[in-house]
């Protein structure tokens, strides 16, 4: 029964990653910008319509943290932003081989761990790949700074991606033997 479920909370983790630009981009880093950015769209418009690529804005939330609007074109955290025509294809295409690769190893799972973490892989490069499709990269707005030290901006996708990795190490590690044991 549970492995039904496991496809349906890629899915919202999809809609969590768009929902999340959308809001930051419509309800937060517009209005920042000025009455010249125009309006904020609804989500269903700003989801298929083309809205075109607001500037760079920050807004401070608290003294270690922004909201930002920045465009990246690489992976994660702005790796392999090279800034070439075809990346974005290239990056889209790749995410959506490993993702469909994962949706295999989804359906197989007898896990509710391993489920929940290549659900959340999935839903964070589909979420990405949405991005690339729609805007040639991918929206970035989560900005820390402690201490001196700048982290990358990035997105609930990103987040998706490296908590299920996260997961499924530690579900590797800790669990696939004890599971293996057991039966």
Known sequence: MFKASFPFLAFLFVLADQLSKWAVTEMMIRPALGPDAGAPLAFFAWLTGAPPRLPFAAVEVLPFFNIVMVWNKGVSFGL????????????????????????????RTTSKLQGLAIAMVIGGAIGNVIDRARFGAVVDFLDVHISGYHWPAFNIADSCICVGVFLLIIYAFFFETREKDAR
């Open 80 to 107: 392999f932003n090279q800034g070439s025509d075809y990346g974005p294809l290239l990056l889209s295409f790749l995410s959506l081989v490993i993702a469909g690769i994962f949706l295999v190893w989804l359906f």
